[in-house]
């Protein structure tokens, strides 16, 4: 399986997952739960850790890895005294399915989504999830029925399927969560206020830049060497490696059908304008 398939299909899967997080269907159903929706923070850390139940600070922090983890306590446990998990995954299930009926039309129910969700599923369900707790968190969910939601559900654990595997690529190169995004900004993968978001303080940066630096990973200005774009380059080749597996064993017919399949879905999405023209995986919306 030729890696650059392994991230066209994450690529291409990625934005039908996050429809989680900007949709305005979701978003009502954050508002409705008593979530407080702008920023759009206290909804993202229920929504993403839910499958996970009742976790606290110290967990979210350890799974979700960039975030600041002053930015994680101020919102978890607190998302769990508005609603409890199990609510809220209720209500993400409601609102992912209200927003791609919105965006996919009669298109919810024509035959080529129904095969992309049968493809979908297999790959998630041949997603080895030892040593990957997000990943497994929602594979441990049951499967919704309507195909939409069953390539999304797909869509979702392969992407934390990806995610875990990705801390571990960030582990095994020696960068600490705010050293990964710093050296990830520092190769033009999105404007280093992107990365700001995770709620990392001034100083925070400073003192991983100067590590990097040290490291021979970042020129003074801030920018990358060759080493560091050399780092950042293995990091993304052992994080497409890590999540090939379900793609190997699926196999590359079935793999590239898949992305036919989900490139008119994906670009119905993307057409919504409620992406981010940038974002911390280094993905910019076409």
Known sequence: MELGLVRQLWQLLEPIHATLYYAPEVFERAAG??????????????????????????????????????????????????????????????????????????????????????????????????????????????????????????????????GDGHVAALLTSGLDPVESLVSFAAVGAAPVAVFASRGWSASAWSAAEERLAERGWLDRDGTATDAGRAGRDEVERLTDELAAGPYRAVGAPAVGRLAQLAMPITMAVVGTGMLPTSSTLGLRRQ
């Open 33 to 162: 739960l008593g979530y407080a929706t702008e920023p759009r923070w206290p909804s993202y850390f229920a929504w993403r850790a839910a499958p996970l139940g009742p976790a606290g600070p110290e967990l979210v922090t350890s799974t979700f890895y960039s975030f600041a983890p002053d930015m994680v306590r101020a919102n978890v446990p607190a998302a769990w005294r508005v609603a409890a998990p199990e609510k809220v995954l209720d209500a993400r299930r409601h609102g992912v399915d209200q927003a791609l009926r919105a965006i996919l039309g009669d298109r919810v129910d024509s035959p080529d989504l129904a095969e992309a969700a049968t493809i979908a599923r297999r790959l998630a369900e041949a997603a080895t999830t030892a040593g990957r707790p997000l990943a497994a968190a929602n594979a441990d969910l049951p499967w919704p029925d309507e195909p939409h939601l069953v390539l999304w559900h797909a869509a979702t654990v392969l992407r934390e399927h990806r």
